[in-house]
């Protein structure tokens, strides 16, 4: 019998989703909650499951195109559930077995570019999908020789074009003489192609509280600079004790989130937001930690960091890390916070202005350590030093409070013992 597989409710405010990428192909068979595809909202990326065991027939929405929630999107034959005698239900002609989606830095996994039926390349043993072939052709590679990320061992299009960006080695050639003068310049023959691939709903979700954030708040930004010896200094001490305990290491951001919530207690403004004529304090402190996902960037919220210590901090983080670079993390997980904590630092960056995420006030933006010379009681010596800035609403928060507050963080990360005794 045929069975509709239709997009499901993803909450309250989602109407719209991206089909992404198919991860099953029609013929092949599947079990109840099997993943078919994976579907972007402008909050997150999660998979489709299959609503029954059975046989996948008809894609009716090929990945890239845009549906509403309750559209049909595949047919299944539930009559169907084992594949015929000599075949493999994944279709990869490897042996059935469960698959696990392969996650690499902030490598996302989708092909934008609506492919469906991959072709299948004898050397790497699974499939390589068609932008995939196209990319490596037009890089000169091999598509036989690129390791796919995909279910199945897929090669994806992001696989090839890591492959076409690695450097390779120059094939041995004879020895050309060398003219007696250079030819003269010739016109660029390059690729003057463009490529048109629609916004996925978390960007423009992104774009669009981005430009509101611009043209709603009065934004203004402090800086500061932070010595991060002592920070270091204590890390190194307890690391080892520290992840015997708790299973994680012990990471910056533990820190900053304690002394950021200490220093929202001292400056509560900036834990507050604006509400139609009317300002609406906290008692609580549900901190955002931006990660990059692939997808975008994505804020998922520490609920109530106040109460967890040092390792709950570390843990709730590389949990939610995790979850982001395999889309397991849940919405809720993603709404709310009142205060944002953005590491750009991570990615090399020295400084910068972060963009307050509203209804929030504030956003503390953190940057790459660079050891500098500085002075100290009256010596000039080396120190490891971070930039850190705070952008913040003016409405609601003003300069001196703005001023107080980072300086509080300061004074907590570089008196690291402050923040056990709470001062």
């Given at each position: 019998?045929?069975?509709?597989?239709?997009?499901?409710?993803?909450?309250e405010?989602?109407?719209?989703v991206?089909?992404?990428?198919?991860?099953?192909?029609?013929?092949?068979?599947?079990?109840?909650d099997?993943?078919?595809?994976?579907?972007?909202?402008?909050?997150?990326?999660?998979?489709?499951?299959?609503?029954?065991?059975?046989?996948?027939?008809?894609i009716?929405?090929?990945?890239?195109?845009?549906?509403?929630?309750?559209?049909?999107?595949?047919?299944?034959d539930e009559?169907?559930?084992?594949?015929?005698?000599?075949?493999d239900?994944?279709?990869?002609?490897?042996?059935?077995?469960?698959?696990?989606?392969?996650?690499?830095?902030?490598?996302?996994?989708?092909?934008d570019d609506?492919?469906?039926?991959?072709?299948?390349?004898?050397?790497?043993?699974?499939?390589?999908?068609?932008?995939?072939?196209?990319?490596?052709?037009?890089?000169?590679?091999?598509?036989?020789?690129?390791?796919?990320?995909?279910?199945?061992?897929?090669?994806?299009?992001?696989?090839?074009?890591?492959?076409?960006?690695t450097?390779?080695?120059p094939?041995?050639?004879?020895?050309?003489?060398?003219?007696?003068?250079?030819?003269?310049?010739?016109p660029?023959?390059?690729?003057?192609?463009?490529?048109?691939?629609?916004?996925?709903?978390?960007?423009?979700?992104?774009?669009?509280?981005?430009?509101?954030?611009?043209?709603?708040?009065?934004?203004?930004?402090?800086?500061n600079?932070?010595?991060?010896?002592?920070?270091?200094?204590?890390?190194?001490?307890?690391?080892?004790?520290?992840?015997?305990k708790?299973?994680?290491?012990?990471?910056?951001?533990?820190?900053?989130?304690?002394?950021?919530?200490?220093?929202?207690?001292?400056?509560?403004?900036?834990?507050?937001?604006?509400?139609?004529?009317?300002i609406?304090?906290?008692?609580?402190?549900?901190?955002?930690?931006?990660?990059?996902s692939?997808k975008?960037?994505?804020?998922?919220?520490?609920?109530?960091?106040?109460?967890l210590?040092?390792?709950?901090?570390?843990?709730?983080?590389?949990?939610?890390?995790?979850?982001?670079?395999?889309?397991?993390?849940?919405?809720?997980?993603?709404?709310?916070?009142?205060?944002?904590?953005?590491?750009?630092?991570?990615?090399?960056?020295?400084?910068?202005?972060?963009?307050?995420?509203?209804?929030?006030?504030?956003?503390?933006?953190?940057?790459?350590?660079?050891?500098?010379?500085?002075?100290?009681?009256?010596?000039?010596?080396v120190?490891?030093?971070m930039?850190?800035?705070?952008?913040?609403?003016?409405?609601?928060?003003?300069?001196r409070?703005?001023?107080?507050?980072?300086?509080?963080?300061?004074e907590?990360?570089e008196?690291p013992e402050?923040?056990?005794?709470?001062?």
């Amino acid at each position: 019998m045929a069975v509709e597989v239709k997009i499901p409710e993803l909450g309250e405010s989602i109407t719209e989703v991206q089909v992404a990428d198919w991860l099953r192909e029609p013929g092949d068979v599947v079990q109840v909650d099997d993943p078919l595809a994976e579907i972007d909202s402008d909050k997150a990326t999660v998979e489709l499951p299959a609503p029954v065991a059975g046989k996948l027939m008809e894609i009716k929405v090929p990945a890239g195109e845009f549906c509403k929630v309750g559209d049909v999107v595949a047919i299944m034959d539930e009559t169907v559930t084992e594949a015929p005698s000599g075949e493999d239900p994944q279709g990869d002609g490897q042996d059935t077995e469960a698959t696990t989606e392969a996650t690499t830095g902030t490598t996302a996994g989708t092909t934008d570019d609506g492919d469906q039926a991959p072709a299948t390349d004898a050397d790497t043993g699974g499939h390589v999908m068609p932008s995939a072939r196209r990319v490596a052709d037009q890089a000169g590679v091999d598509a036989g020789t690129i390791a796919g990320s995909g279910p199945g061992g897929r090669v994806l299009k992001e696989d090839a074009q890591r492959a076409a960006e690695t450097p390779r080695a120059p094939a041995d050639e004879p020895a050309r003489p060398t003219p007696p003068t250079p030819p003269p310049p010739r016109p660029s023959t390059g690729s003057r192609e463009e490529t048109v691939t629609p916004m996925s709903p978390i960007r423009r979700r992104i774009a669009e509280r981005l430009v509101a954030s611009q043209h709603t708040a009065a934004l203004l930004t402090t800086f500061n600079e932070i010595d991060m010896s002592a920070v270091k200094a204590m890390r190194s001490r307890h690391q080892d004790a520290f992840v015997e305990k708790y299973g994680v290491k012990l990471g910056f951001m533990s820190f900053f989130t304690r002394a950021v919530v200490e220093a929202l207690r001292l400056i509560p403004q900036l834990n507050s937001e604006i509400r139609d004529q009317s300002i609406v304090e906290r008692d609580y402190y549900d901190i955002g930690i931006a990660i990059g996902s692939g997808k975008g960037l994505v804020v998922p919220v520490i609920r109530n960091a106040e109460m967890l210590n040092f390792g709950g901090i570390e843990q709730t983080i590389a949990d939610f890390a995790a979850r982001a670079q395999s889309k397991k993390l849940d919405l809720s997980e993603l709404e709310g916070g009142t205060f944002t904590i953005s590491n750009g630092g991570v990615y090399g960056s020295l400084l910068s202005t972060p963009i307050v995420n509203p209804p929030q006030s504030g956003v503390l933006g953190l940057h790459a350590i660079q050891d500098r010379p500085v002075v100290r009681d009256g010596e000039i010596t080396v120190r490891p030093m971070m930039y850190v800035a705070l952008t913040y609403d003016h409405r609601l928060v003003d300069g001196r409070e703005a001023v107080t507050f980072l300086k509080h963080v300061k004074e907590c990360i570089e008196a690291p013992e402050r923040l056990l005794l709470e001062v």
